[in-house]
């Protein structure tokens, strides 16, 4: 299949666009200054219903929707838009209306940096003792773009590869000096989107190391939603599936963590042929999603996903819950209202889909899952748990906090029983310190 993308320069050229009206057209020109729009031919012919694309999940999922920025946000960029003499004035307001939505959440990157020889690796990221987080430079884009996506900064050039790295050398030798380490996650953007030969050099070089303490490598995909023939047609899609093959062989788990947001995704012929194609290398599949309004709040939504990607062979993994950055105040859903489609979809599925785990917030302090809502003694409150930690002791045990059915987030939650802060909140001070 021929590979062809559309952004804000060209997408007037995609067929279905005569669909929109002007002010839907519009409105994709004014969202797509301020944040990343980007799409493709698989996604726009294959996944998006066009009969009904105003509401369609796959529709809303890559192209630039109005309420993605406020009301007064909007009017400053539709204002300056046309006017060929207000370029710079209207580039100033972009800058000014993207660093306002909190491009850097819970300071994540710098807290987290690992070093080697004194010597600061941007590529990596190790914050949970057994993980560290790889991101190659060549792997630092998607093939189409995430309406809600919590790495935006990186696709509109605010820091653009400031976050990644091209030395493999590094990354193995880094990981030969941590013990600990158990899990490499290489991630993105999306590290499909590097040529095979690229991934090859990285890859050969972790096996020919033969680490003894590195058991699984993990890559961190939505190749599988939106291109599958990554792994079917491409030119060297079968060099890539050789690669995935050779870690296997090596001894090594290898975890491809698919990112899927709605069953959708699931339903083309060409993801079935990739599903297939990568499990018969031995890897095996894990799926991921956030929990996001408009695309998947809806619990139907994700017991039909968990039952299909179950049955053709994946092991749903992850439900998030949306980062507060970008577009967030579009896409949030409540803690209180994720965790109830959570239940109701986990309750529908077998005992084999019930691998997932969630929702989880990517917190500072770790992955913090929502338990549910309890009572005690007639007082209502919500139960959590730490599924990672920066201490690994904190892992797995309940805590409590205020029941609140707006928070959106760990930090709008207030600890239950008049407690004044939550049990980690001290530690997690003196660890951010060092
Ligand atoms: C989620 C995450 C991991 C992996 O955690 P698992 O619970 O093992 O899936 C590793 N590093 C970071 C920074 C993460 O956010
Ligand atoms: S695939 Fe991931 S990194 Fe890429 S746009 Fe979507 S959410 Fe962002």
Redesign the pocket.
């Known amino acids: 299949m021929k590979y062809q993308t559309y952004t804000l320069h060209n997408f007037r050229q995609i067929p279905q666009v005569s669909l929109l009206s002007q002010e839907e057209i519009r409105d994709i020109e004014v969202v797509g200054r301020v944040l990343p729009f980007k799409t493709n031919n698989y996604v726009v012919d294959q996944l998006i219903d066009w009969d009904h694309f105003q509401k369609d999940p796959m529709y809303i999922l890559t192209f630039p929707q109005r309420g993605m920025l406020s009301e007064k946000d909007y009017h400053a960029v539709d204002r300056l838009l046309d006017d060929p003499d207000q370029e710079e004035e209207l580039k100033q307001v972009v800058h000014q209306i993207r660093m306002s939505l909190n491009p850097h959440p819970a300071g ?1 990157r710098e807290h ?1 940096m690992p070093e080697l020889d004194g010597e600061k690796l941007p590529g990596l ?1 190790h ?2 003792h ?2 560290a ?1 790889f991101f190659p430079s060549q792997g630092q884009t998607c093939h189409a773009y995430c309406t809600f996506c919590f790495r935006w900064p990186q696709f509109t050039g605010i820091n653009e590869y400031k976050f990644a790295m091209k030395e493999g050398e590094k990354l193995v030798r880094y990981i030969q000096e941590h013990p600990e380490i158990s ?1 490499l ?1 290489i991630t993105g953007g999306d590290p499909m989107t590097m040529k095979s030969s690229i991934f090859a050099r990285y890859i050969d070089a972790l096996i020919e190391a033969k680490i003894p303490h590195l058991k699984t490598i993990r890559i961190g995909s939505k190749s599988l939603a939106f291109w599958p023939y990554r792994f079917t047609t491409d030119s060297d899609s079968a060099e890539m599936l050789a690669v995935f093959q050779r870690i296997v062989d090596a001894g090594i788990n290898l975890a491809y963590m698919a990112h899927f947001n709605h069953y959708a995704e699931l339903e083309t012929e060409e993801v079935r042929k990739a599903v297939s194609a990568i499990r018969k290398t031995g890897a095996i599949i894990r799926t991921q999603s956030p929990i996001l309004k408009h695309i998947n709040d809806r619990s139907e939504v994700w017991s039909r996903m968990w039952k299909l990607q179950t049955q053709m062979g994946m092991i749903p993994y ?1 439900m998030f819950v949306a980062r507060d950055t970008g577009a967030r105040n579009f896409f949030a859903v409540p803690l209180v209202k994720a965790h109830r489609l959570f239940r109701a979809a986990f309750s529908k599925v077998s005992g084999i889909g019930r691998t997932v785990r969630g929702p989880s917030m ?1 917190a500072n302090p770790g ?1 913090v899952n929502v338990l549910g809502t309890t009572y005690i003694k007639g007082e209502r409150y919500l139960a959590l748990r730490f ?2 930690g920066r201490n690994p002791d904190w892992v797995g045990r309940p805590f409590f906090a205020k029941y609140n059915e707006e928070a959106l987030w760990l930090d709008d939650l207030e600890p239950a029983f008049g407690e004044e802060e939550f049990f980690y909140e001290e530690e997690l001070n003196q660890i951010l310190q060092q």
Do not use: A, W
Request: charged share 25%; proline share 0%; hydrophobic share 20%.
């Open positions: 994540q987290n990221q914050k949970y057994e993980t987080v899990d996650l992850y990517s992955k599924i990672q």
